[in-house]
Nanobody
Framework: QVQLVESGGGSVEAGGSLRLSCEVS????????MGWFRQAPGLERESVAE????????HYADSVKGRFTVSQDKDKNTLYLDMNSLKPEDSAIYYC??????????????????????RGQGTQVTVSS
């Protein structure tokens, strides 16, 4: 079981920046990916950034590409999300998440589905115009 605790949310004006942190503890040996998803009122969950643990590759939602950066400090067991050029539409509760990966039938590959894995309690990000 993995435990995740987020911090760093808050309120910022459009164009500003925030850094979210996530302390990860527990058995991470079986994890395939870690990252962040968000949920705004009335909208579906959106996976915004993920890191694939086997190779360190990261992927981003089109809505945040070029503005958000996900990274990890393995020594501190901490995951980060650096958010720049924030927009009002980025306002949401942000969740740190980890997933063991879902096998693709007939292949050795897996896909990451953060919204179905373990997650933290969430941290609110509010961007004002």
């Amino acid at each position: 079981q993995v435990q995740l605790v987020e911090s760093g949310g808050g309120s910022v004006e459009a164009g500003g920046s925030l850094r979210l942190s996530c302390e990860v503890s527990g058995d991470i040996s079986r994890l395939y990916c870690m990252g962040w998803f968000r949920q705004a009122p009335g909208l579906e969950r959106e996976s915004v950034a993920e890191i694939l643990l086997p190779d360190g590759n990261s992927h981003y939602a089109d809505s945040v590409k070029g503005r958000f950066t996900v990274s990890q400090d393995k020594d501190k067991n901490t995951l980060y999300l650096d958010m720049n050029s924030l927009k009002p539409e980025d306002s949401a509760i942000y969740y740190c998440a980890a997933d063991r990966g879902w096998e693709i039938a007939g292949t050795p590959r897996k896909i990451c589905k953060l919204e179905y894995g373990s997650r933290g309690q969430g941290t609110q990000v509010t961007v004002s115009s």
